[in-house]
Structures are given as structure tokens and as C-alpha cells.
DNA sequence: CGATCAGACGCAAACGTTTGCGTTAATACG
DNA sequence: CGTATTAACGCAAACGTTTGCGTCTGATCG
């Protein structure tokens, strides 16, 4: 900036703030300062820049991990509106306990950012006091931590939706795939999901078997793995609620391979508004991640540019039930023969009922 | 710092040094000092030590999309071992020719980083040229730019060694999946996967005809709408090669709903090692996307550390023959009448032939 | 025409580290 | 015991901005 300043004749102060199009600087001094900085191709140094302003220009997303279409959807939308609000976006992985302690205990983005988002990571409840230290906006995307401003849909409604949407259809004996990718941290909506599926279980006088409810290890056949234990009971569930679409997408694989006709014999539905899921056309609870994303971001450009750490709490998405043709009515007979080998009734130019549902407020 | 420096009773340049485990420090006083620093919940400002020592600890990660797998592995191999190298990592999406320009142009990371990966994108000659400014070391992951070192397979190898395998398994009509997401971008991976199907073709004394490459704008259902046009020719091929294995899913499906038995009367095989791939049984030739991020990371940590800039300018990662049983023999018959309606062949356990090829040297 | 005012610009003190150099004290050696 | 050596530490100048305040110039108004 000084080589600048010289050249142009000036001060480093009138350079500062011709730059950045402040007052106080004359209109032909404003043009020779900038067209010299481009001659000198000239760029700022953002260290001494936000040394001497106090704030990064920089927001850490925090992520249990990147490969997985959820957390890559949520941060592939954040990114977007944080670059364009002109922030610069930090990613951290935090798989394993081990590197979530660390990064809790070092708090490694204190001062590097302006502030966190949380993407739908479980975390404890020691850990979680901790990041009253992060001298940062936090914010939590995709479900709920604490106090934390939040953005997420309702999970418990999305639990009872399932439901009944299944037993509005006439089934009587439903399933619920879930995959346990908390390590024993709590998580909001696999929690609400859960509640929300036992609860509307309650309300409608259905049975709730404790085996329907079938937990995996996070893997890519979580969902084939969580769908053969189904199947292997004496009398499986004629209906499965998936937690997510890429359960779903696994047991929808294991039911092609098991020769059971979805919907004739089995419906399944999922959560999230997975692509692949559309693909292979399986209904689901589209839950707008993109949107989701989208609008943490934008909370986070307005809290920054307020200055003040105001953050409306709780930020409500809605969900859609968009009906792909992987739920049907219930089988007639209770133990009724093997049905046809197929695979789904739904080819392609899937119907989008797109049965909207206002979203609920908090649980 | 100066906090820590006064209630220590030391110098701040004690302190510095104290802390960062330098010479020149006792060891009482190392002690006390780390003590006070941890008292008062002292973290160092990234942005003073920076502008003092000159390197900025940061590196960018750019990439065309993040919601994908290929660049989601990628991304995540990659943050993983520069993490653990000490460096926090920007992430920059550049979907869409305006926010590549706008990134070449304003070269935004100039002085933001200290290096800058590009991970698998397509860029014009002209962008390529800016990247000199970049001041900071350029390396590329997933393909080839310019004279920029690189990590990446061998993608002509993978064209020729695809259609040696469907040809030793007496296929005689077989196609080409393609998507073009490059926006008329040179993209060396596509290009070169492509020549190498071409060069085999002509070397096995294979028909090679035109309106068995087809190419479809990316998007999920991009390879069931590719596959779908195959199928509508007057003599479809029996053998298909699919650029990714997301375009292999795609057309698998399609296969499905079509009622068309794999690999009875068609064979698929793709590339990448989508472990959705796997799920469905594809056969496909792993390209190690992990190996090659974490490649790419240790060159950036390597380069980083010696300050130099000397970067060993090509790296070929290894690929391997994943049979999974999605490719068969041809069928025996030209014109053979509809196969048994039904899916992949190898419902699960699938068979890992694992053919390793050694990477070949460059194109 | 003198006083007032506003706009344009320079000055210099921060911002929080790092690091070369100088000083001090303690130890070792003759 | 005096001197050379070394380790420990303080001092202060960078690093490249931002920004409050002061000064100067030219214009406006009574």
C-alpha cells in the first residue's frame, strides 16, 4: 500500500480509504489511486487489514463430515450466500470423538472467525459449554444445540407425518430405520424423529414393537444391512419409515434384491430430499436442505453486519411429503405368499403430491 | 498476549517464544508462562502472528460443487491431512462461468492462503494464465491444468482398460456415457477417458460409432436420460462405459425400469468408487479418490515446509478393476428377444476381483 | 472583505505478534 | 579471583492496515 501511496502522491491513509470508497477523498484522487493499485496490481493484505479492524471476514462451518450428501448439500448452500455476503468460509471435519474433544478443548477458530455454524453435529453437553468461549456468533444448522439460534424443521412432526401417512394407507404394523452416526453424543432430530414416530404410533393405537425399530452403524448399507433385519423377523413390517434417504436408498437396494415388490408388499418412506432417492423414485419428507442452508447463512451475514449478537432463536423450515410411489395401501392377507419380483411401481414422471405442511412451532 | 506477559512478569517476546516451544526460554518460566496462558484463556490472534511471520497458515480448496461425491471425497481427504498439518482450510465453490471469472479475476486468495488446490476444475486457457498472480504455490488434484503439478489416475489408461475388459468378454457394440459439466471448459480427465475409449476401440477393431458416445448436461437422472437414449437406437450396444459411476446408478436404474437384466443382456461398468456403486453392485474402476486427496494434501504440507516451491510436478495415483458383476459375457444373439425381467446379478457379497493395474506413465 | 464552514488530505497511534540484537547474570575455566 | 562463554530474557523495530484528529485550502455567506 505505501508503493501505492507514493506513486499516486499520497498518504497511506487516503489510499485506505479511496479503496473502500469512503468520504473524504476527492473524485479525481480516488481514480488515480485505484487505477495506480491496479497497475501495481495491487491487493490487500487481509492479515494486517483485520488486525487492525478486529474482525476476520471469515466464518468456520463446523461438519461431522463432508462426504455425505446432507452435510455436503447444507454446506455447499451456506458457502454460497457467505461468499457472496463477502465472507470467506473455514471448513472443519470433526469425524471421531477424538477430534471433536480437540477441537472443543483448543478451540482452534477462536479469533480466526467471526463466527461458527454447526452443521447437525452431536455434541455433549460438556462440550457444548465450551463454546461459550468461542468469542464467536454461534449458530446451529439443521437441528438444535442448547440455546443456540437454530435453523431445522420440525423433526417430531416430521416423525408423526410418517406415521400417518402410513397408517392413513392402512398399515398397521410400521418399521423405523435409524443409523447411530452420534457416537453417543445427543442429536436433536434423530431424537424428535424417533419421538415423533413412537408418539403417533401411541396416537393411533398401533403397535410398537421395539425389534420394527432397527439401529445401524453409519455405512452406505446401513440402510441394506438395517432392512435384511426386518425382513428376518417372523413377521416384518409391512411399512418403513427410513430416518434418512440414503437409509432408505439401502433398503430399497436389499428389497430389489430380496424380490419384494415396494410398494405391493412393502412401502417405505424416508427423509431429506436426497436426488438419488428421487432417482429411484422413493417418497420421501423433502426437508430443503438447500434452503436450510441458504437462510443460516443469511442469519449469520445479518448478525455480523448488525454487529450485535441478536439472532432470532429458532428458525422453522418447512417439510413436504413428496409422494415418489414408494408407499401404497397396506397387503390385503396378514401373511400373504410372495408377491411378484419387481422393483418400484413408479417408473419415471413420478407424481409430486407436494402435501405441503406448515411448520410447527418448537417441540 | 500482553496480559499473559504482565501477570507473568515476563516480556512479550518471552512470551512468544514460551509459547511456541523456541529456544532461549527457561524451563521454570516456559512453565509458569504456559500456566498463565491457559489461566486467562489465551489464544493466540492468527491474524497479528500472520502479518508478522508473513504466511498465512491457510490453504483454499476450489472446487466447481461441493454437493457431489467426487469433490465431496475429495474435499474431505484433503482437510483431513492438512488439518492435521497444522492448516485451517477456505473452500471456494466456483459453480457457474460468472463465479469462475470473478474468481480468476479478483484473484480473491491472492495473499489469503499459501496455497491454492484446484480440485477437478475445468478452465479456460485465459483463466489458467491468471492463476500466475495467484502468489501462492498452485496444485491441481483430479486431473491436469496447464503445467501446474498434479495428482490424478491415469483417465486414458481407464478408457483403454474399459473397453479391453468389455471387448475380452466378446462384446462388439459398446458405448460411452458422458456428461458435460465443464461449460466448455477443458477438462482433462473427460478428455483423456474419452480419447483412451476411442484409441481401444480402434486398436480391438471395434465399430466405433458416434451415436454410441452420448452426453448429457449433469445432473442426477443424467445417466438414466443417457441410457434411455441408447436404448431408443435401432441396434443398441450391449456394453456400456460410463464416465462416473453416479452416471453408471443412473443408467442401472433406467436398466431396471426398462425391465433390462445386467449384465444378462446388458454389462455397465463405470469409474470412480461411489460407494453407492457398490451397493448396487456396479463394476467400476476405483480411482482412489481418498489416496488421491490425501496425496495431494501431504504434496501441500511438503511444499509448504521446505518453502521452496518445488513440488514434484506429476503424481499418478494407482486405479483398480472392481468387479462386481455388472458386466458379463455379450449376449449370444444380435437381435435376442427381451431377457427375464430383474435386477443385478450379484445380489450381495459381491466378488472383488481387485485386477490391479500398475499407473502407466504420462498420457 | 472577513468570518465560517466543509471537504480533502496528512499524521501517527493503534492492532498483536515475531525476531534480531543487546544486556544481564550465571557458570566454567585458567 | 578475573575472564570468557553461554543461556535467559528484555527491548524495540518491523509487518500492513485502519481511523481519529488536525491542518490546510477553497468556497460560501452576511
Redesign the pocket.
Known amino acids: ?2 508503493d501505492v501511496a507514493r506513486r499516486a ?9 479511496a ?2 470508497d ?9 481514480e488515480l489511486i485505484k487505477a495506480t493499485a491496479r497497475e501495481l496490481h ?4 487481509p ?3 483485520q ?4 474482525s476476520t471476514g471469515r466464518v468456520a462451518i463446523v461438519v461431522p463430515r463432508l462426504h455425505n450428501w446432507f452435510y455436503a448439500e447444507m454446506v455447499s448452500a451456506l458457502e454460497r450466500v457467505l461468499r457472496d455476503g463477502g465472507l470467506d468460509v473455514l471448513v472443519y471435519q470433526l469425524d471421531g470423538e477424538a477430534k471433536r474433544l480437540h477441537f472443543f478443548d483448543a478451540l482452534p477458530s477462536r479469533r480466526k472467525v467471526d463466527a461458527v455454524v454447526l452443521v447437525a453435529l452431536p455434541v455433549l453437553t460438556v462440550e457444548a459449554e465450551r463454546l461459550d468461549f468461542m468469542g464467536a456468533q454461534v449458530l446451529v444448522a439443521g437441528g438444535r444445540i442448547r440455546d443456540f439460534p437454530y435453523v431445522g424443521v420440525d423433526d417430531h412432526a416430521i416423525g408423526v407425518a410418517a406415521v400417518e401417512h402410513l397408517a392413513a394407507l392402512g398399515h398397521r404394523r410400521i418399521g423405523m430405520l435409524r443409523t447411530s452416526d452420534t457416537e453417543g453424543a445427543y442429536w436433536s432430530s434423530d431424537a424428535e424423529r424417533s419421538r415423533g414416530f413412537h408418539d403417533a404410533l401411541a396416537a393411533a393405537g398401533l403397535p410398537d414393537d421395539e425389534a420394527y425399530v432397527v439401529t445401524e452403524p453409519y455405512a452406505v448399507d446401513a440402510g441394506a444391512r438395517a432392512m435384511r433385519r426386518l425382513l428376518a423377523l417372523p413377521e416384518p413390517p409391512t411399512a418403513v419409515f427410513a430416518y434418512s434417504d440414503e437409509l432408505a436408498i439401502g433398503a430399497l437396494r436389499e428389497l430389489q434384491v430380496a424380490g419384494i415388490d415396494v410398494p405391493g408388499r412393502m412401502s417405505l418412506i424416508g427423509v431429506d430430499g436426497h436426488p438419488t432417492a428421487d432417482l429411484f423414485g422413493i417418497t420421501t419428507f423433502d426437508q430443503h436442505v438447500g434452503d436450510q442452508g441458504r437462510l443460516t447463512g443469511q442469519l449469520v451475514l445479518d448478525a455480523l453486519a448488525r454487529g450485535d449478537g441478536a439472532v432470532l432463536p429458532a428458525n422453522r423450515v418447512d417439510f413436504d411429503l413428496v409422494d415418489r410411489g414408494s408407499t401404497g395401501p397396506a397387503p390385503a392377507g396378514t401373511g400373504a405368499g410372495r408377491g411378484k419380483r419387481g422393483v418400484s411401481a413408479q417408473p419415471r414422471g413420478t407424481r409430486r403430491a407436494r402435501t405441503r405442511r406448515t411448520a410447527r412451532g418448537g417441540a
Chains 1, 2 share one sequence.
Open positions: 500500500m505505501a502522491g499520497v498518504s497511506t491513509g487516503t489510499v485506505s480509504r479503496l473502500r469512503l468520504p473524504g477523498v476527492g473524485d479525481e484522487t480516488r495491487y491487493v490487500i493484505s492479515e494486517a487489514s488486525l487492525s479492524r478486529g
